[in-house]
């Protein structure tokens, strides 16, 4: 049996915060979500030496403190976290945001739907992609 997959999800917004574990709670595939508020948090989350890594980080880009562009950047800067894959996931469809998160080396990026059902469905897809895109555990990637 595969092990479910684990989600890290980097976001200011309590509201989407809470959205999101609604979403993750309505799938079907097992997934294991954890949340944090900020880019600071998730990367002393990450940068923990005993820290069990996520399969996918979905990152905003507008928050205070460290924008999503500023904790990806940091993110693909560390050997032990830089393939980890980094999907934007943000209201924001500015062409110049989306140009700067794939120059700073996102895996994807998805702007958020304002509709719960469609968010839902964004979820679904996104979860389901990355769940067989990944590998069975990451520390089979380190090296260091």
């Known amino acids: 049996m595969i092990r479910p997959l684990r989600v890290l999800l980097v976001d200011d917004n309590p509201l989407d ?5 609604a979403a993750f709670e309505l799938l079907d595939a097992p997934c294991h979500l954890e949340t944090v508020e900020s880019g600071t948090a998730a990367l002393k989350l990450l ?5 069990r890594l996520p399969d996918v980080i979905l990152l905003d880009i507008h928050m205070p403190g460290m924008t999503g562009f500023e904790v990806l950047s940091a993110l693909k800067a560390q050997p032990r976290l830089g393939f980890i894959p980094v999907m934007m996931l943000t209201t924001s469809a500015h062409d110049d945001d989306i140009t700067r998160a794939y120059t700073l080396h996102a895996s994807a990026y ?7 059902h469609t968010f839902l469905e964004q979820i679904e897809k996104c979860i389901g992609f990355w769940a067989g895109a990944r590998l069975p555990d990451w520390s089979q990637m380190i090296s260091v």
Not at 47 to 51: I, N
Not at 110 to 116: I, Q, Y
């Open 17 to 21: 915060r809470q959205l999101a574990q």
């Open 47 to 51: 940068l923990h030496s005993e820290a």
């Open 110 to 116: 998805l702007t958020k739907s304002n509709d719960f």
